[in-house]
Structures are given as structure tokens and as C-alpha cells.
């Protein structure tokens, strides 16, 4: 059978969430996944990234990754999106590309494809959850097929969000525990989207 297509299309500040959507890249292609990983655009004002060190250097350091499009979400068969919260809610700039592909929504062609989803915080309990839970309210009106890790791994118990992978990142950058985590959660999704993509041909 022909490999699963993933996209792991996220949205990073700071580098927290690209750290994560870089394991979930290994993850997933250590699971026999073609994979495309792709930041959404950066929208805010040169002069506003510069305010802040760590922002601007990380725009630096991942200028070489490519900028999401409509043609990935259509390309892939399951899709991770990934996410600072802010205030409880995805960042304003992964649901302006959310929001952008509407068309492709209505044409059907979001359906039916396996999404999940992680995320960071800058304190714990700071959103989380909601932040992967609103991000799954968009999944279900593309009729998409939703892929928690839950509990299923050992690696779960460790970091204790079965919705999907997080960090909190005031408390440094991610540990190896929420790297194994986001790779776990991939490799679970390519493993789903797999099982589902050969049902359908068969």
C-alpha cells in the first residue's frame, strides 16, 4: 500500500511548538509516513519580533521551513496541527489559516482525513486542554476522523494529557518526555490514518 501522507502544519513563536512539530515530523516519518512539516505565516510587524529576542531569533532559525498552503491540507491524509495557547484558545495566527481554507471545506475535501493536535503553555493548567479541544471543534465541521493519544502508550502516563501532546514552556524548552510524546502521538495518527486508507481501498 502506498505511505501515508501527514502534515504537520503549526504555528511557533518562541520555538516551544516547533520543537514539538519537529518530533512529530520523526514520529511520523519513523513510521513509514511521507510528511510534509509547515509553519503558517508570521503575521505580526518586524518591529514587534524584534521587541522580543527569543521571537526574532527563532524567526531566524526557521526561516528554512516552508509556509503552509491548501494545497498540504488537500495533499495529506491526516493532518497534526500544533499550537501555543493563548488564553485558552489556538493562536490567532494558525486559525487565520484555519479559517482560509473554507473552501476546501465546502468542496468536501477536508473530510475524512485523521487530525489531532498538541500544544504549549507558558504555566501549567494555563489552557491546554481548551486550546486542543477548540482546536477539534474546527475538526468535526470538516468531518475529520479525531486521533487522541489517550492513554495507550506508556509515555502517556508520563505526561498526562491524553488529548495531546504539551509543555509548559515557562519551564524551559521541551524535555525529552514531551519529544517522546509528540513522536508517540504521530506514529499513532500515521498508524490510524494507515488503517483507515487501506479499509477504503479495500
Known amino acids: 500500500m502506498e505511505p501515508v501522507n501527514v502534515a504537520i502544519i503549526y504555528y511557533s513563536a ?8 519537529q518530533a512529530a515530523a520523526e514520529g511520523a516519518e519513523k513510521a513509514g509516513a511521507d510528511v510534509r512539516l509547515r509553519k503558517v505565516a508570521e503575521p505580526a510587524p518586524q518591529e514587534v519580533i ?16 516552508p509556509v503552509a498552503g491548501a494545497d498540504d491540507l488537500e495533499w495529506a491524509d491526516a493532518v497534526l496541527f500544533g499550537t501555543p495557547t493563548r488564553f485558552g484558545n489556538p493562536a490567532s495566527p494558525l486559525r487565520v489559516f484555519m479559517e482560509s481554507v473554507g473552501s476546501l471545506w465546502f468542496q468536501g475535501r477536508l473530510a475524512d482525513k485523521v487530525y489531532s493536535a498538541f500544544t504549549a503553555s507558558n504555566t501549567a493548567h494555563g489552557g491546554q486542554e481548551s486550546t486542543i479541544l477548540a482546536l477539534a471543534n474546527t475538526f468535526y465541521h470538516w468531518g475529520g476522523i479525531i486521533v487522541p493519544p489517550g492513554y495507550t502508550d506508556p509515555i502517556q502516563f508520563q505526561t498526562g494529557n491524553p488529548y495531546g501532546t504539551s509543555h509548559v514552556a515557562g519551564e524551559g524548552p521541551p524535555s525529552e518526555v514531551a519529544l517522546q510524546a509528540a513522536r508517540y502521538q504521530a506514529r499513532r495518527v500515521v498508524d490510524t490514518a494507515a488503517a483507515f486508507k487501506a479499509g477504503r481501498a479495500a
Open 14 to 21: 518562541t520555538g516551544t511548538v516547533h520543537a514539538l512539530a
Open 50 to 65: 524584534d521587541s522580543r529576542p527569543e521571537w526574532a531569533q527563532h524567526v531566524r532559525d526557521s526561516a528554512g521551513v
